[in-house]
């Protein structure tokens, strides 16, 4: 039996959108367990709010950086190879909603905008990251998808068929880099207590109404969410590829 530890000691992990949130945690325990943190986000004034409270020193690094801009990405993943010369774990954090009317009512800039925000930033970002696992021979990806992958939801449409997309791209990535030891899974959160979602949270009865569908009785935290990335970030998940983890108190099984 392997000795199974969370110890990320020697390890580096890029977490895309690790300024605030579930990323911010996320780079928090990375930290804690060992492993040196590459950050990035679209502003400035959030990353040095970032770098202040998680005070990670010279194993932290923050990258201004737009993940559906391919020459960010490219700069993001340029900075993180020179700073700590290998990348042994890539989780693709960001995501981005916007209330959007059916299908057949929106503006075609608007869905494009909404898949590149989540869905081509999490290839780009893959694809940067896998070029450098595959000569390592190793490599974690984790992609933070949603329930919104699941289920048809109103006025979030286009975010879940993102979401949805990121889930066969996992798939994808999990088979085509298997024969180089690179591990690729998600995991997918229900309502998390952040600013993504602060518009539902912060009203009494939205937020009522979406504890009464969690079996828990109540939404995620962030901390919720990192133990079932740190899982997937360590040895003990060597023979796990492909596959989603849903950290939602049971919503989606009632
Ligand atoms: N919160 C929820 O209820 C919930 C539920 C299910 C799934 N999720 C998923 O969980 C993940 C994290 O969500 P969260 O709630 O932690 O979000 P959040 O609080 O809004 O934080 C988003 C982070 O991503 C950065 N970011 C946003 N767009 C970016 C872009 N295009 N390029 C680079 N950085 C970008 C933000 O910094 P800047 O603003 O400075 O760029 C911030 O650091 C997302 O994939 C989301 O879809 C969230």
């Known amino acids: 039996m392997q000795n199974i530890s969370y110890n990320l000691e020697g390890k580096v992990a890029v977490v895309t959108g690790g300024s605030r949130g579930i990323g911010l945690a996320l780079a928090g325990e990375y930290l804690r367990q060992g492993a040196r943190v590459v950050i990035c986000g679209r502003k400035q004034q959030n990353l040095e709010a970032a770098k202040e409270a998680l005070q990670g020193g010279d194993n932290l690094l923050f990258i201004q950086a737009h993940i559906a801009n391919e020459t960010d990405v490219d700069n993001l993943f340029q900075a993180c190879l020179s700073k700590f010369g290998q990348i042994d774990i890539l989780v693709n954090n960001v995501g981005m909603n916007l209330l959007t009317p059916t299908l057949a009512d929106t503006e ?60 066969m791209l996992t798939k994808v990535l999990a088979a085509e880099l298997a024969a180089y030891n690179i591990q690729v899974n998600a995991v997918a959160p229900c309502m998390v207590r952040t600013d993504f979602s602060k518009p ?55």
């Open 108 to 167: 075609p800039a608007l869905f494009q905008k909404i898949i590149d925000s989540n869905l081509t930033g999490t290839y780009l970002c893959s694809r940067k990251a896998a070029q450098a696992m595959r000569e390592q021979k190793q490599g974690k990806i984790i992609n933070i998808s949603s329930i919104a992958a699941r289920r048809a939801a109103p006025g979030m449409g286009i975010y879940g068929i993102a979401k949805a997309g990121i889930e």
């Open 200 to 254: 539902f949270w912060s009203d009494p009865e939205r937020c009522r109404q979406a504890e009464s569908r969690i079996p828990f009785g109540r939404i995620a935290e962030p901390d919720d969410v990192v133990p079932a990335v740190l899982f997937l970030s360590s040895a003990g998940s060597n023979f796990i590829t492909g596959q989603v983890i849903i950290v939602d108190g049971g919503a989606t099984i009632v």
